[in-house]
C-alpha cells in the first residue's frame, strides 16, 4: 500500500485562475492536513480535515478552501490566484508511530504550483 | 508562532559533527524533527515529548528542555546522506497541529 499520493506534481496557472489539487492517504488514514512551502522556507499549516469536516485551520484566506471525501482523500482548491500562491503544497496524514508512542506526520511529495 | 531555528545553515565536510538548535517563545509540549531531501517530502526523524528526554536515531540523536522551551538536533561524524534541510515542528495544544520552523540547511561535502 503506497504512502501518501498527490496529483498533480506540477503544475502551471496563471494570476485570478483556480487550482485543485489532490491527495490520497494511505489506507485507513483518516486526518489529512494541507501545508504550503515557499522556496527556502518552513511548511505553513493551511487546514486539517477529519471526517470530512475542516477540524483546524491556518492563517490562509478563504480563497483557500478544502474538501474531504468519505474514503479519506482530500482536494486543495485556491481560487483567484496570485502570484505569491506559487510554492509546493504538501498533503500529510496522521497516524501513530508505536515506536514514538505519539502521532506524527506522513507527508506526501507534494504539488508544485507555479502561478505566472 | 512559529519556533525559531539556528543556525539557518552549515556546511560540513563528512565525519565533523554538528547541532541544530530549535526554540520558542511558547510552551513546548513536544518536538518533532523531520528532514527534508531536495525535490523530496519532509521525512519524520524523531519525535521528543517530555522534557529533558533524548532520543538517538542511528547518529542522529536530540533533546529537549521543556525549561528553556527549546530542542537540539546532534548529527555525529555526518555522512554525505546527512544532507538536506531540517525542520523542527512543535505541535499546538489542539490536536496534531503542527507549527514548524523556517528550517536548518545542512550541507556534508567529501
Redesign the interface.
Known amino acids: 500500500d503506497a504512502g501518501v499520493t498527490q496529483s498533480p506534481t506540477h503544475l502551471i496557472k496563471t494570476r485570478g485562475q483556480q487550482v485543485t489539487l489532490r491527495c490520497s492517504p494511505k489506507s485507513g488514514h483518516d486526518t489529512v492536513s494541507w501545508y504550503q512551502q515557499a522556496l527556502g522556507q518552513g511548511p505553513q499549516f493551511i487546514f486539517q480535515y477529519y471526517e470530512e469536516e475542516e477540524r483546524q485551520r491556518g492563517n490562509f484566506p478563504d480563497r483557500f478552501s478544502g474538501h474531504q471525501f468519505p474514503n479519506y482523500s482530500s482536494e486543495l482548491n485556491v481560487n483567484a490566484l496570485l502570484l505569491g500562491d506559487s510554492a509546493l503544497y504538501l498533503c500529510a496524514t496522521t497516524s501513530y508511530r508505536p515506536s514514538s508512542g505519539a502521532n506524527v506526520l506522513t507527508f506526501g511529495a507534494g504539488s508544485r504550483l507555479t502561478v505566472l | 508562532q512559529?519556533p525559531v531555528q539556528s543556525p539557518q545553515a552549515v556546511i560540513l565536510r563528512e565525519g565533523e559533527d554538528a547541532v541544530i538548535n530549535c526554540s520558542s517563545s511558547k510552551a513546548l509540549y513536544?518536538v518533532?524533527w523531520?528532514r527534508q531531501k531536495h525535490g523530496?517530502?519532509?521525512?519524520?526523524l524523531?519525535?521528543l515529548?517530555k522534557g529533558g528526554e533524548q532520543k538517538g536515531h542511528e547518529k542522529i540523536s536530540a533533546s529537549f528542555n521543556e525549561k528553556k522551551q527549546q530542542s537540539s538536533l546532534y548529527l555525529t561524524a555526518s555522512q554525505l546522506s546527512y544532507s538536506g534541510t531540517y525542520?523542527c515542528?512543535t505541535p499546538?495544544r489542539?490536536?496534531?497541529?503542527?507549527?514548524?520552523?523556517?528550517?536548518t540547511s545542512l550541507s556534508v561535502i567529501p
Do not use: N, R, T
Open positions: 512559529q513536544s518533532h523531520y523530496e517530502a519532509p521525512v519524520f524523531m519525535i515529548l525542520f515542528g499546538e489542539s490536536y496534531d497541529k503542527v507549527i514548524f520552523g523556517p528550517g
